[in-house]
Nanobody, 114 residues
Framework: VQLQASGGGLVQPGGSLRLSCAAS????????MGWYRRTPEKQRELVAV???????NYADSVKGRFTISRDNAKKTVYLQMNSLKPEDTAVYYCNAYRLGNNYWGQGTLVTVSS
């Protein structure tokens, strides 16, 4: 499984960004897809995940602000990030879990700063 992430950038506090993760295969065949993030101060942490059945889970720090969704036809998972805070600044990584294996996309940098 190959994953292509995009959508990072610089945004002011309170702003929004949408990350995209395009998979090389049908996402119906992927058990779950999600987004993780990493900063120099923190280990990689789960941000949000969506299962093949459509169930979602979020880190407490992003609940109510971030929404994960998917477009099966486009084989793409999205992370809509609203009300961004400086502490959301990180490199975001797309993940796919399939048949016991984890696959990672390249990171995309999100910087929240005025």
């Amino acid at each position: 499984v190959q994953l292509q992430a995009s959508g990072g950038g610089l945004v002011q506090p309170g702003g929004s960004l949408r990350l995209s993760c395009a998979a090389s295969i049908s996402i119906f065949s992927i058990n779950s897809m999600g987004w993780y993030r990493r900063t120099p101060e923190k280990q990689r942490e789960l941000v949000a995940v969506i299962t093949s059945g459509g169930n979602t889970n979020y880190a407490d720090s992003v609940k109510g602000r971030f929404t994960i969704s998917r477009d099966n036809a486009k084989k793409t998972v999205y992370l809509q990030m609203n009300s961004l805070k400086p502490e959301d600044t990180a490199v975001y990584y797309c993940n796919a879990y399939r048949l016991g294996n984890n696959y990672w996309g390249q990171g995309t940098l999100v910087t929240v700063s005025s």
